[in-house]
Every structure is written in C-alpha cells, then in structure tokens.
C-alpha cells in the first residue's frame, strides 16, 4: 500500500531535548516536505526537498534541520526544542517529475508534538 | 511569509445548503489549491487552479482562480454530513512552495 509514515504519532519532551521525527515514503517519490499546523495559522512549510541531498527552507525553517540522505526518508529534526514548537506537523511526498507536486501529493498521518 | 486569509473561520449549516468561502492573498499566485482535512488526517487535495478566471469543479465542489490572482473561491453545492471538515487554500510560486491559508471549519447540521 503506498503510504507516508511518520514516527511517533504523539511525543511529549521538555525544552532543549533533541529530538527527532522520521518521515519515510515507498512510492520512490523524489519531493518532500515538512509542514506544521497551529490553530488559526493553518499549514505552513518548514522545509522541503526535491531529491537526495537537495533541500530548501520553507516558510518556518527556524528552529528545525531536515537531512536527505535517502530517497525514502526525510527526517525532521529539532536540536533545542522549545514550547513555541508545540504543534501538529506533518510530512509529504510527491513523485516531482511532472512539476506539480500538488497533483499527488500525499500526506502523512500527522504528529502531534507538545513542548513542555 | 506569504499571508493567505480564508474566510469564514468556521460555518454551521444546514445539510443541503449551499456553501462558499473564499481566501485572499496580499501576493499574486500562479496556481491556487483547495484542500480537505478530516479529524486526524492529513489534507485531501480537491481541485487545482492554473489560470486567472479559471472556473472548476469536482462533483458538488467548483472553486474560482480570481482575476487579480490574489483570491479563490470554493463553493460546495447541496452539503452532506460528510462534507465536515476543515477547508483550506494554498497558494503557489514556484511549483515547491507552498503557502496555505488559515482554514475553513466546516460543520454541517443533518
């Protein structure tokens, strides 16, 4: 079944305690991206990448690091979390090729991240 | 960033009314988008705009690209119960980057 993962669902951390969160696709899509949704803000994007080691900054970059070293995963990854990070964030993927990555888009399930 | 205000923030209605909401940008776009989320799921693309006064639709959905290029409008045409949801528009530069707007809660009254 093609389908984007992410790990975990839910995380509860303290200020400052690295974490990471793994994205993993297995539609061999070349497009990635990571987004975080707050209330009345709507999605907004953090970073994206259009293939291996290729990366760009979104929206919200500050705060987060991304890594591509495989098609496959895209991992988020927060050095020094802090409370305004509390957020649902979610990953995508898209084939790329065609140019509009809209068109296929697809999401994964969500992770629900809180801050303390 | 790129500011894209929706209107309304949230909408109760009767099923079977007809619904509309819009979004706006202070920035042109090249390609508009409208977007469905179900409770504890990602979004759900429903229709793609490439053209300024583009008009299209999908089943009871027809959404509008804006002549100035800086709106959309979505409209949803004999509500169900399964039409719940929040709405959401995203706009587009470059084809990578995407710019969503705040949301439309939808709720509909059976």
């Known amino acids: 079944e093609a389908q984007v993962t992410q790990n975990p669902r839910y995380l509860i951390t303290v200020t400052g305690k690295k974490l990471t969160v793994t994205c993993s696709q297995n539609?061999?899509?070349?497009?990635m991206s990571w987004y975080r949704q707050d209330p009345g803000l709507g999605l907004r994007q953090i970073y994206y990448?259009?293939?291996?080691?290729?990366?760009d900054k979104g929206d919200v970059p500050e705060g987060y690091k991304v890594s591509r070293k495989e098609k496959r995963n895209f991992p988020l990854i927060l050095e020094s979390p802090s409370p305004n990070q509390t957020s649902l964030y979610f990953c995508?993927?898209?084939?790329?090729?065609?140019?509009?990555?809209?068109?296929?888009?697809?999401f994964g399930p969500g992770t629900r991240l809180l801050v303390l | 960033g790129q500011q894209l205000n929706q209107s309304p923030q949230s909408m109760f209605i009767q099923e079977g009314e007809d619904v509309s909401m819009n979004c706006t940008s202070s920035s042109i776009f090249n390609t508009w988008l409208w977007y469905k989320q179900d409770p504890g799921e990602g979004p759900v693309l429903l229709i793609a705009l490439y053209k300024a006064g583009e008009l299209t639709s999908n089943g009871r959905l027809t959404a509008q690209f804006g002549i100035t290029r800086k709106d959309s409008f979505l409209n949803i045409s004999a509500s169900i119960p399964s039409d719940v949801g929040i709405y959401f528009c995203a706009g587009c530069v470059t084809g990578n980057q995407f710019y969503f707007g705040t949301g439309t809660s939808l709720t509909v009254i059976p």
């Open positions: 990448s259009m293939n291996v080691e290729v990366t």
């Open positions: 539609m061999n899509h070349e497009y």
């Open positions: 995508a993927s898209a084939p790329g090729t065609s140019g509009r990555v809209w068109e296929t888009q697809y």
